[in-house]
């Protein structure tokens, strides 16, 4: 158990739909990391927020967007679902000090199945 | 930008055989190395990682890496493989010291015959 908690496990929804996948880090980490596993894409980063701030960007669509609460748990909202955003989406977190050897924690995963 | 390669797409060994998987980066400086598994239905967990020092590093499993500097290298070795081991497994390269520009490989399946 990593200590980092997804929800839900499992999600299937209909095109166009929106959905919020939510993540809590573990305990004392300050940054929170999203990541999209396909089959054709490999694993992407979407987007990584440290302390409620947005820190990076990277592969994520217009249609997609996150935040970082000050309980520092995640949320990742997923909009205008399309088939091709299918995909097992991963959550993670960091303590993500300066000089500490920043490791990267992941959760289970949340699968998104769009029909 | 750096990029990491897992040149193997899916290797099969026997249990008990010996197992080595490739990894090479493309980064100017030193980076930050990392090596995951992923068992099916799973999520990714982290096995060893190498920021600095001893460039043979032990992780959990019973697997080892070796930072190769020369060769761009960071390739995973575990001298007997087990059932339990047959997972997909990721390298996966960080250039900062804060998360970001944290990329993996494409992965490796490993299979493992009984």
């Known amino acids: 158990d990593s200590g980092v908690t997804q929800t839900p496990k499992h999600l299937i929804t209909a095109t166009g739909q929106r959905v919020t996948l939510r993540c809590s880090p573990r305990s004392g980490d300050l940054s929170v990391y999203w990541y999209q596993q396909s089959l054709d894409q490999g694993l992407q980063f979407l987007i990584q927020?440290?302390?409620?701030?947005?820190?990076a960007k990277g592969n994520i669509l217009e249609r997609f967007s996150a935040q970082q609460f000050p309980d520092l748990h995640s949320e990742l909202n997923l909009s205008s679902l399309e088939l091709g955003d299918s995909a097992l989406y991963f959550c993670a977190s960091s303590v993500t000090l300066q000089g500490a050897g920043n490791t990267i924690y992941f959760g289970e995963g949340s699968w998104l199945t769009v029909v | 930008a750096q990029s990491v390669t897992q040149p193997d797409i899916h290797i099969t060994v026997s249990e008990g055989a010996s197992l080595e998987l490739r990894c090479n980066y493309s980064y100017g400086a030193t980076p930050y190395l990392f090596w995951y598994v992923q068992s099916p239905g799973q999520g990714l967990q982290l096995l060893l990682k190498?920021?600095?020092?001893?460039?043979l590093v032990q992780g959990i499993k019973g697997f080892e890496a070796e930072f190769k500097r020369s060769q761009s290298s960071f390739n995973l070795r575990k001298p007997s493989v087990q059932w339990s081991d047959a997972a997909e497994y990721f390298c996966a390269v960080a250039t900062d010291n804060y998360g970001q520009n944290f990329v993996f490989g494409p992965g490796t399946r490993l299979s493992v015959l009984p």
């Open positions: 927020y440290y302390n409620g701030e947005e820190r």
């Open positions: 190498y920021f600095s020092g001893d460039t």
